[in-house]
């Protein structure tokens, strides 16, 4: 466009040169040239936006504000949006349990064991039997049931050089004994002659306590120290908390210890919680010597004669009914598995008796029980023995509990 314009205004300046004076062609020149911008910025608005300016930046879009800084603000009206999406519930991790906390009824559970004074477990009592205070009030029982309940004992073997018939009794009783025990039994295993010696401390594993056993083999000193094994046995369980039992396998003589027989009576009495049941052995020989008149000896020539064994089974009658249990002389190794058996029966057995306390706060605190025998009719409750003699029960239950969160 351009250099058309310039070829037409020199065109028409070399045809009128000669006639026309300059300064007509300088005039035509100036209005040529004064509407030339405008022609050329209207030819390039007509151009596509592609063949313009590339350098020139097109202007932001309107943003919808005001258009000056002059008046009132002018807000954009906020959209409505959508609710926030739920919180997702945490997956559950594999292998990790649930756990909850119980405080809406809280339930109080209390194992109660009913003995004669002797130490026999007294069956057959009902729920209306028993009367639960907790804190002076009484309270209703909502369940009611029988159970084996776990023991805690000591099994206390006389394993001396004395006589091979008394070194087999004794391992073949600890054996049985070892065969009647539970999963959630506690037993030790400690076996004297001279001394005591722990073989293993208290454990529920049934395989330890065998092992333990299978450790007498042979003995070695011909002492049997009793009185000193005994005392020293309950000095040991005096620091356990609850229902403690021995089971004293022994010939019941005793040859050099230095507590007395005195000694050994004020320490039983002193004791609590604990009870003693001896198991004699060696009664197949002692019958034998009685038919023949043979003679006695305790090992390495140690005379000992019909009236020590005598005083020793009145010693182990003693010591049993001092602390509420049995004496039990077997005449023939196969008694002794009813012998232990019937041992279970009188310390396993407990009443379950769980209730609702009329305090359903868990607030920590701490809850004095009371279990007593009733009769049906309110008065104390009366037991006979088979003779049909009465007999006072003795009720064995834990003395109260702490009322507090349980995590399950």
């Not at 209306?128 to 002076?136: H, P, Q």
């Not at 002389?329 to 396993?348: H, L, T």
């Not at 064995?396 to 507090?404: L, S």
């Amino acid at each position: 466009m351009f250099t058309f314009v310039i070829a037409c205004i020199c065109a028409v300046d070399t045809m009128l040169r000669p006639s026309v004076p300059k300064l007509l062609s300088l005039l035509l020149f100036g209005a040529l040239a004064t509407g030339f911008p405008r022609a050329i910025a209207q030819d390039q608005s007509s151009q596509p936006p592609s063949q313009q300016n590339p350098n020139k930046q097109d202007a932001p879009p309107d943003a919808g504000g005001p258009g000056s800084d002059v008046g009132p603000y002018a807000i954009p009206k906020k959209k409505d949006e959508p609710p926030p999406p739920a919180p997702e519930k945490p997956k559950k991790i594999e292998g990790m349990p649930d756990y909850s906390i119980k405080v809406d009824v809280p339930l109080v559970n209390l194992d109660v064991l009913v003995t004669t004074k002797d130490g026999q477990f007294i069956p057959g009592l009902h729920k209306e039997n028993f009367k639960i205070s907790e804190d002076g009030v009484t309270q209703t029982i909502s369940n009611f049931n029988q159970a084996t309940a776990p023991i805690t004992a000591v099994l206390l073997v006389e394993f001396a050089s004395t006589n091979y018939f008394f070194v087999r009794d004794a391992v073949n009783a600890s054996y049985i004994f070892a065969q009647t025990l539970k999963k959630d039994d506690w037993v030790a295993v400690i076996s004297y002659d001279m001394k005591p010696e722990i073989l293993t401390d208290f454990t529920q594993d049934k395989g330890q306590v065998m092992g333990a056993i299978s450790q007498m083999r042979i003995p070695g000193f011909s002492e049997t120290n009793l009185f000193d094994a005994l005392y020293d046995t309950l000095d040991r369980l005096e620091g356990i908390e609850g229902r403690k039992y021995i089971i004293l396998v022994t010939t019941g003589v005793d040859t050099f210890s230095k507590i007395n027989l005195d000694q050994m009576m004020k320490k039983i009495k002193s004791t609590k919680d604990i009870t003693i049941y001896p198991i004699s052995v060696g009664w197949a020989l002692r019958n034998y010597c009685e038919v023949h008149s043979c003679g006695y000896t305790h090992g390495m020539g140690i005379p000992v004669g019909q009236m020590d064994y005598l005083q020793a089974d009145n010693e182990m009658n003693t010591f049993a009914r001092m602390t509420g249990g049995r004496a039990y002389f077997p005449r023939f190794q196969a008694e002794f598995g009813e012998i232990f058996n019937s041992i279970g029966q009188d310390i396993r057995n407990e009443y379950a008796i769980a209730y609702h306390p009329t305090n359903p706060k868990l607030d920590g605190s701490y809850r004095k029980l009371k279990v007593e025998l009733v009769s049906p009719e309110g008065g104390q409750l009366k037991v006979r023995d088979q003779k049909g003699k009465d007999v006072k029960p003795v009720v064995y239950a834990r003395d109260g509990y702490t009322a507090k969160h349980q995590v399950e």
